[in-house]
C-alpha cells in the first residue's frame, strides 16, 4: 500500500474512532490535512469549534494566524501538513484531559511515521509535553532538538499569541529561527 493510501486509510480511521468519550461530541473528527510527502509538519493541540464544523484544522482565527506566520517564512499551507494532538474537539475548547491524549497518541505517531517530515513544530504547551515530555513552551519556545532523523521545533500556538501581544511577538520571533532550519 501505498503512503498516501496509508494515509487515507488512517483518516478515515480517525474520522470513525470511538477510543474515548469525545467521539460523543464532536461534529466530526479533524484528521488534519497536507500532502503526505510535507517535510515540515505543525502540531496543535486540539480542534475548535470552527475545526469541529469542518473538519479541516487550524481554518478560524488560530488558524489565520498559523497561515500568516507560515507564510511569513516563504511557505504557504499547500506545502506543509497541519494537525493537532486531539482529533476531536474538547467540549468549550477545555484543556485535553491525559486519557485524551493518550487516546489520540497512536494517531499522531502514525502520522510522523507516514509524512516523515525533517522538521515538526509543536504549538503550545500540550502539543510539546505530548510529543516530546514536560517542557514548558515558555522555556522551550524558539529551540529545537533532534531526535529520531528530524527535528522538533518549539513555539506558542496561534491562540495563545492572538491573546497575548508578547506570546504573538515572541512567535514572530521563533518563526524566524524555524525560516533558518529550512534551508
Same mark, same amino acid.
Given at each position: 500500500?501505498? &503512503?498516501? $493510501?496509508?494515509?487515507?486509510?488512517?483518516?478515515?480511521?480517525?474520522?470513525?474512532?470511538?477510543?474515548?468519550?469525545?467521539?460523543?461530541? &464532536?461534529?466530526?473528527?479533524?484528521?488534519?490535512?497536507?500532502?503526505?510527502?510535507?517535510?515540515?509538519?505543525?502540531?496543535?493541540?486540539?480542534?475548535?469549534?470552527?475545526?469541529?464544523?469542518?473538519?479541516?484544522?487550524?481554518?478560524?482565527?488560530?488558524?489565520?494566524?498559523?497561515?500568516?506566520?507560515?507564510?511569513?517564512?516563504?511557505?504557504?499551507?499547500?506545502?506543509?501538513?497541519?494537525?493537532? *494532538?486531539?482529533?476531536?474537539?474538547?467540549?468549550?475548547?477545555?484543556?485535553?484531559?491525559?486519557?485524551?491524549?493518550?487516546?489520540?497518541?497512536?494517531?499522531?505517531?502514525?502520522?510522523?511515521?507516514?509524512?516523515?517530515?525533517?522538521? *515538526?513544530?509543536?504549538?503550545?504547551?500540550?502539543?510539546?509535553?505530548?510529543?516530546?515530555?514536560?517542557? $514548558?513552551?515558555?522555556?522551550?519556545?524558539?529551540?529545537?532538538?533532534?531526535?529520531?532523523?528530524?527535528?522538533?521545533?518549539?513555539?506558542?500556538?496561534?491562540?495563545?499569541?492572538?491573546?497575548?501581544?508578547?506570546? $504573538?511577538?515572541?512567535? $514572530?520571533?521563533?518563526?524566524?529561527?524555524?525560516?533558518?532550519?529550512? *534551508?
Amino acid at each position: 500500500m501505498t &503512503r498516501e $493510501k496509508e494515509l487515507l486509510a488512517l483518516h478515515e480511521s480517525i474520522r470513525n474512532c470511538t477510543l474515548c468519550p469525545l467521539h460523543k461530541t &464532536r461534529t466530526q473528527a479533524v484528521p488534519g490535512e497536507g500532502p503526505v510527502h510535507a517535510r515540515i509538519m505543525f502540531i496543535g493541540e486540539a480542534p475548535g469549534v470552527q475545526e469541529d464544523a469542518t473538519g479541516r484544522p487550524f481554518v478560524g482565527r488560530s488558524g489565520e494566524l498559523l497561515t500568516e506566520m507560515i507564510e511569513s517564512i516563504g511557505l504557504t499551507r499547500e506545502r506543509v501538513f497541519i494537525t493537532s *494532538v486531539l482529533k476531536s474537539r474538547p467540549p468549550n475548547n477545555r484543556t485535553p484531559t491525559q486519557s485524551e491524549i493518550e487516546a489520540c497518541r497512536p494517531y499522531i505517531d502514525r502520522q510522523i511515521e507516514l509524512i516523515d517530515p525533517r522538521i *515538526v513544530v509543536l504549538l503550545g504547551g500540550v502539543a510539546i509535553s505530548s510529543i516530546v515530555g514536560p517542557w $514548558k513552551v515558555s522555556d522551550s519556545h524558539g529551540d529545537y532538538f533532534e531526535a529520531k532523523g528530524r527535528i522538533f521545533f518549539m513555539t506558542y500556538h496561534p491562540a495563545a499569541a492572538l491573546r497575548f501581544p508578547k506570546a $504573538k511577538a515572541l512567535m $514572530k520571533s521563533d518563526f524566524e529561527v524555524l525560516r533558518s532550519l529550512l *534551508v
